[in-house]
């Protein structure tokens, strides 16, 4: 899967990784991006085209494929994360964000996928897909786990009409998501461009930084050993 010459649309490409996904696909001569966000308004990438799309509104995904119609790549970009626990005093985010990071992506992948034979569909998910760190991140790392397990399922569905399905693990990367946390942190542009080249290697997986293969390292080990020191089994 080559990126130059081919029609591209990113889900959540206002901020953070969204808008490095659409910046670098530009830069790699992408023909169209469309950059798509819930407030289109907020998209101020040069070259793209912002297009209105709430992941979670059936109506909002189906008039969004209408539009762009044909298309060679899908980046799942669009997540979120409210900081709650499973066991809090109310589900709301909970289910917020399962209607977000997995239903949402299902969704898109759903409307796209019959226009993808023998393109590429890339999803965002996290290191969090593998392991819990605290009770704030439970409600996400639970929908993340959903939406890697979507991603093995589409990959085995779509595999009939050559459609490559790769998934982005990651970690830490300077977007907002994790602005409360002052620790070292990659850029979304070195984090694009290694699930860019792995899409274009045509990798089903892509380790996003150093903290998420040291997660996918240890699922083979028990997890008591992990859970029992977290921050030397994420940074070594």
Known sequence: MQISGKKVLVTGANRGLGKAFAEALVARGATTVYASARRPELVDVPGVTPLQLDITDP????????????????????????DAPLLGAS??????EFDTNFWGTLNVTRAFAP?????????????LSWYVFAPANNGYAASKAAEWSLTNGVRLELA????????????IADTDMMAAYDIPKLAPSEVVALALDGLEAGKLEVIGDAPTANVKASLAGDPALFYADIPTALFG
């Open 59 to 82: 109506a909002s995904v189906a008039a969004a494929a209408a539009e762009v119609g044909d298309l060679d790549i899908l980046i799942n970009n669009a997540g979120i994360s409210t």
């Open 91 to 96: 589900l709301e985010n909970v289910r917020r």
């Open 115 to 127: 226009r993808l034979a023998g393109g590429a569909i890339l999803n965002v998910i996290s290191a």
């Open 160 to 171: 009939e009409q050559k459609t490559q399905v790769t998934a982005l693990a990651l970690a």
